[in-house]
């Protein structure tokens, strides 16, 4: 079974310019989430999706981010315009709605 | 909200050596997982273990949900055990995963 597929693996930019990053989740997982890790710190939550309905944006700075999910399978997640801060490795997983969640590879962002 | 606390923050091993991670969480917490975070930052699924005991290979885990822990064994640690590893669990029908601030582990030769 293929795993959760993330593109690109690493990105720089510089502050002011957009990113987009890709995630394809597992075959048959409903539900999708958009993660950011700051170095030395757990994942943080940035969205969730359960099909293609947004869950949970809460902690999403929607003046910059912005992530669809438009047919319910692959999503992806934007940012513009980047700062420094959002220096971090952004992270997708997928789960069958309410159960264990696998996680991609990451995508490692530098913003100079 | 719920707090998911882990402990011992660091941890450095000799090869061979066996160790114990621990995960409290403030309440009852559902779906509990362990990662292993690598050096290269991916996140790999150790176990889904919302209670009870399992073990893959030199690794178990045990959680007793009505105490609100969790421990994760390591026996004779290999220096590819090295890296962070992270507990996290949801609460009541909320999806998001509640994570702990994690345990790194060094493992020297």
């Known amino acids: 079974e293929a795993g959760v597929a993330q593109s690109p693996r690493y990105k720089i930019i510089e502050k002011r310019q957009s990113v987009a990053f890709w995630c394809n989740p597992i075959s048959g997982h409903a539900t999708l989430y958009w993660y950011q890790q700051i170095l030395g710190q757990g994942p943080k939550l940035l969205i969730q999706?359960?099909?293609?309905?947004?869950?949970?944006d809460s902690q999403l700075p929607k003046d910059r981010f912005s992530a669809e999910r438009l047919k319910g399978v692959d999503s992806t997640l934007k940012i513009q315009p980047a700062k420094l801060e959002d220096s971090a490795v952004y992270l997708c997983a997928s789960s069958q709605l309410l159960g264990e969640q696998f996680f991609g590879p990451g995508t490692r962002l530098t913003v100079l | 909200g719920i707090q998911v606390e882990q402990s011992p923050p660091d941890l450095i091993l000799q090869e061979g050596a066996n160790s114990t991670l621990r995960c409290n969480f403030s309440?009852?917490?559902?779906?509990l997982q362990w990662f292993h975070q690598n050096p290269w930052g991916q996140l790999i699924n150790l176990f889904y273990?919302?209670?009870?005991?399992k073990q893959n290979g030199r690794l178990s885990a045990t959680t007793v949900a009505t105490e609100r822990y969790s421990l994760l064994y390591i026996s004779s640690s290999q220096t590819t055990d090295s890296g962070v590893y992270f507990c996290?669990?949801?609460?009541?029908?909320?999806?998001?995963?509640?994570w702990g601030l994690g345990t790194s582990l060094a493992v020297n030769p």
């Open positions: 996290a669990g949801n609460a009541g029908n909320n999806r998001k995963l509640i």
């Open positions: 273990i919302p209670s009870g005991t």
């Open positions: 309440d009852s917490v559902n779906n």
């Open positions: 999706f359960q099909n293609n309905g947004v869950v949970d």
